[in-house]
């Protein structure tokens, strides 16, 4: 395939990189405000007193509200535009961060929480948006590794600096002071944001009601490649999100024995490896598409596989040396979930891709909280067997990796049909 820029595709270059460096700090501020729980877990739970499954409410709030907004969501990118949604996300995230840093009780924290989710919400399908129409599609592959990469660094300032100020001025000032972040990017977004380069805007998407809505979600599922994205989505994603975003901290300390130090640089031994990971896989991915699946289901295997070693061990506790490479391991989980996006953004049209990727993205967070409820659940009953709390991961893998397996010869059909259509267009174009 030949890598020149398709006739409409959009220039790159500096100025996008700019445009788009702006959208992607809104995302990874939501990052850091939706991952600032999972190192402060502890510290919630003695705050507002509450036990295992309370605790796992907090999150399971958040991914609710995140994973039930992702249709709605990219919709509004279809129609307003990547500005106005980052621009309202900027403002909902950072009041629900200041909620937080101030609720007297469990549930105004819920309700803080919520808000929370819900501007995170808004954040990253309006960066992939931005992404599409600012790069030549060639590079699609490659811009949305980078936006998940920058997002982890988000959950990098959550690990290492958030959890240091939380134990170092306090609750309160800590997540208040974490919320000036947002402030500043709502600036940025307001003052610098485009939703596209000059002569490459889309045709207005007419209002056209509740009909509409219900044909543009009814087209981008019935695409096999969306459907195909959500699953794989969902499949690889929950692992390291469930491990960072709540119960990594208690497991490493509780379970494992380690010190909140040491559970601390296994955090962020995660996020590091999801960033390097990243990088390859985005790299692979833009130069062979054929990689996509093989790189999922790889990861897949290799995420059961350490899970496995590491709960079936003898001992009391696993040896340092296997939660490493389990750590290492779950820092491919967000990389290979960003390949679910690369099946879906090829089966929809432009006008589309929002509401496609709003499905896709939806998987991991519906899974993350499955998982989440479980295991706080399992805890509760089993006296804090984390063991068998953790084993509820390989019940949802296999779900995941059964939908994959039925969809793909659909969607890899369709996605050959697509490409000698365009191909047949293209030599059809009078010069």
């Known amino acids: ?19 788009w460096g702006i959208g992607v700090s809104v995302y990874f501020v939501a990052v850091i405000f939706r991952t600032s729980l999972g190192v402060a877990g502890l510290d919630a739970a003695d705050r507002f007193h509450v036990n295992a499954s309370a605790l796992s409410t907090f999150s399971i709030l958040q991914l609710l509200v995140y994973a039930g907004m992702q249709i709605p969501v990219g919709l509004l990118v279809d129609r307003l535009g990547t500005k106005k949604v980052l621009t309202l996300g900027a403002v909902l995230f950072t009041a629900g961060q200041l909620g937080f840093a101030f609720s007297p009780s469990y549930g105004t924290a819920l309700a803080s929480r919520a808000l929370l989710g819900c501007g995170d919400a808004l954040t990253f399908i309006s960066v992939l ?6 790069f030549p599609a060639r590079r699609g592959p490659l811009v949305a590794q980078f936006a998940g990469l920058i997002g982890m660094a988000g959950n990098l300032v959550s690990t290492l600096v958030l959890a240091r100020l939380l134990h170092g001025v306090g609750w309160t000032a800590a997540f208040a002071g974490s919320a000036a972040a947002g402030a500043v990017v709502f600036v940025l977004v307001v003052l610098f944001l485009k939703d596209h380069p000059e002569g490459h805007a889309t045709a207005p998407v007419p209002h056209q009601g509740t009909a509409y809505v219900r044909r543009q979600i009814a087209a981008a599922w019935r695409e096999p490649g969306t459907r195909l994205g959500l699953w794989v989505h969902f499949t690889t994603q929950f692992p390291a999100m469930v491990f960072l975003l709540l119960w990594g901290l208690p497991f490493l ?20 490896s999801n960033m390097v990971v990243g990088l390859v896989y985005g790299q692979i991915v833009a130069r062979h598409h054929g990689a996509r699946l093989p790189l999922a289901l790889g990861t897949v295997g290799a995420t059961a596989l350490l899970w496995a070693a590491t709960l079936a061990h003898p001992g009391a506790h696993a040896p340092m040396w296997l939660l490493i490479v389990l750590c290492t391991v779950l820092g491919a989980c967000g990389p290979a979930s960003m390949i679910g996006f690369d099946f879906a953004r090829p089966a929809n049209p432009p006008e589309r891709q929002g509401t496609a990727s709003g499905i896709t993205n939806m998987g991991g967070f519906v899974a993350s909280m499955t998982t989440l409820f479980a295991i706080g659940v399992l805890l509760d009953a089993t006296g804090d067997d984390y063991r068998v709390a953790f084993s509820v991961v390989f019940v949802l893998q296999a779900a ?7 969809l793909r010869r659909q969607a890899a059909h369709r996605e050959r049909e697509r490409l000698v259509a365009s191909r ?3 030599v059809h174009v009078p010069a």
């Open 129 to 134: 948006r931005l992404g599409s129409r600012w």
């Open 400 to 406: 995941g990796v059964t939908q994959i397996l039925r």
């Open 253 to 272: 300390v509780e379970a494992q024995g380690l010190t909140r130090a040491t559970a601390g640089e296994l955090l962020t031994l995660v996020v590091l």
């Open 424 to 426: 047949v267009e293209t």
């Open 1 to 19: 395939m030949s890598s020149a820029a398709l006739p409409e595709d959009p220039p790159g270059g500096r100025r996008a990189l700019a445009v």
